[in-house]
């Protein structure tokens, strides 16, 4: 008998869920009252909720909004050689690169097609148009929940962007779209909630942006000092002197730090190892 209630409760909802879907809601924002309603009776967790908001964001959001636009694109040349495109794909960590011919994007390079031709029986020369696979064009103004139904169903993981005059303005990639409904995607090197700095056996360590410079000289016994910043990923910026791109590098007091996620407007992770000094 004591159930009753709840089970009724629940059916109450769901019906009223079903009503809504079947006769289609007059608005989302009718959708999300039902949702968020649900929430408050604990029948959708605080989590599910949010990421069904995004979604319902997501289809109102436009590539221009989260692209990464041109000057911070990491590319290759069409005429560069083997020896030259290796350190861009090991400093970048990606795995797909746009091919440049004269400021247009000709197609796309995989990093496991160059494995190949880092064997040592593999006397094949190496010849870029021979490897490229094509590049997939869309325009800034496309929605985003559009974009992520044909990356599905086309099975890619890149797009180019360009402007209303057909010029390369950006690239998205599939992790980018799926960001903006899960959340930041986290890899082997990101750090969970609690901890700013995490120190690795290879003596290198990933540290947030947003940790303290107080907190930096506590890890690591230095003496980092600014009027002008409270954190670390403040005092980076201030030695680039420009908004760098992920992969970018700058030595700062016998430590060397490099990027490993920005955008636009801050950078958001870094690598920070002792520098190599001359004997």
Known sequence: MKNEPVEEHKRSWLERLSDLLIREPKDRAQLMEVLRDAEDRDILSSEMLGMIESVVHVSEMQVREVMIPKSQMVSVNLNDNLESILPILIESGHSRFPVIDEDDVIGILLAKDLLSFLVEKNNDPFIMTEILRPAIFIPQSKRLDNLLREFRSNRNHMAIVIDEYGHLAGLITIEDVLE????????????????????????????????????????????????????????????????????????????????????????????????????
């Open 180 to 279: 903006q409904i899960v959340g930041e995607i986290e890899d082997e090197y990101d750090i969970d909630e609690e901890n700013d700095i995490k120190k690795h056996e290879d003596g290198t360590a990933t540290i947030k942006a947003a940790a303290t410079i107080e907190d930096f000289n506590t890890a690591f016994g230095t003496n980092f000092k600014s009027t002008e910043f409270d954190t670390i990923g403040g005092l980076a910026l201030k030695g680039f002197g420009h908004m760098p791109r992920r992969g970018e590098s700058i030595t700062l007091n016998n430590y060397k730090f490099k990027v490993l996620h920005s955008d636009n407007r801050r950078i958001h992770l870094l690598e920070v190892k002792p520098a190599k000094t001359s004997s």
